[in-house]
């Protein structure tokens, strides 16, 4: 096993650690208001909904570019979106129905495109099969750099709507009634997700991008009640996942790292879930127990003695 020390020495090494955890800081910003929307499904469905738009990308031009790939899958992933707003507006299908059947079927197209070009002559160079759970270790400079210029620019749309967003998130229906235009802001909000998403399909994959985009927004949820807090709690919590995992994947052998970013993640949302204050279990547990006491006390006080309630 390596040392960390060597590990971190190594600018390959850097390069990835830097990507992860600038994709772990945005994903969780955004995915702070798509936990309060509501939409944690939506996130899953556009992830899926990539890897289509990877495939064709790839049948178009022959090539493994990434930028080609991102391209494509921004494609798809905005065509998903189109179809989930028309299925719920023409429709008596429910959002979360509409969500489901997008994300089953370019899924399943994807799945077909995929193996169609691993059974053509070009099937063992494409290497598409590693956009399914990422491959953070093909990682160089340049996608380093395309992944910082995407999280500025996701961090800092964030910011400057932070205040329609959260109208948005909390109450739609005021948010137009004081004259904002809900409509273009929810929009806003859906090409963000799919910027997200086809930044952090090579590090993370198609399959894992929507844990990476959730979890750590829910971790956030239970260690406070201001949203600007938890927003910034969620984009510490996704840095802190893209961190632990890309160095435990280097310490070990042919571990990916993708998966265990998400797994990172997963161990945050169990440390909130237990030791949060006031929503972690254990303070609920107390709280539940000096209630029952009290409520014993109260019942067993002597006649003529009763508490003033």
């Known amino acids: ?38 939409q944690s499904l939506m996130g899953d469905a556009l992830a899926h909904a990539a890897l289509p738009g990877v495939c064709v990308a790839f049948m178009i031009t022959g090539t493994k570019s990434v930028f080609g790939f991102m391209i494509g899958a921004a ?20 959002s979360d129905s509409a969500i489901a ?9 994807g799945i077909m495109l995929l193996t169609e070009i691993q059974h053509s002559g070009a099937g063992n160079q494409s290497g598409l099969d590693k956009f399914l759970f990422g491959q953070a270790a093909a990682m160089v400079l340049s996608d380093v750099y395309t992944m910082a210029a995407i999280s500025v620019v996701l961090i800092g749309v964030c910011l400057l709507f932070f205040k329609e967003f959260k109208l948005l998130s909390f109450d739609p229906g005021f948010a137009r009634g004081l004259g904002f235009p809900a409509g273009l802001l929810d929009k806003l909000l859906m090409l963000l997700i799919v910027i997200a998403v086809v930044a952090g399909i090579q590090a993370v994959g198609v399959i894992m991008m929507a844990a990476l985009l959730i979890t750590p927004a829910v971790s956030a949820r239970y260690w406070t009640e201001k949203l600007g807090v938890m927003v910034c709690l969620s984009g510490l919590f996704g840095a802190i996942a893209g961190l632990g995992g890309t160095l435990l994947s280097s310490l070990g052998q042919n571990l990916p790292t993708g998966p265990l970013c998400v797994l990172c993640a997963t161990v945050v949302f169990g440390v909130s879930l237990i030791f949060a204050p006031q929503r972690g279990m254990i303070s609920k547990a107390i709280v539940r127990w000096n209630v029952r006491n009290n409520l014993e006390q109260a019942v067993g006080t002597p006649p003529g003695k009763e508490r003033a309630l």
């Open 101 to 109: 059947a997008v994300l089953s079927v370019f899924f399943g197209f």
């Open 75 to 94: 494609i798809a992933g905005i065509a998903a979106t189109f179809a989930i707003s028309v299925l719920i507006r023409y429709s008596r299908i429910k």
């Open 1 to 38: 096993m390596t040392s960390l020390a060597t590990l971190l020495a190594d600018p390959n090494m850097q390069w990835i650690l830097l990507g992860c955890i600038l994709l772990g800081l945005s994903s969780g910003v955004i995915g702070s208001f798509m936990y309060l929307r509501k």
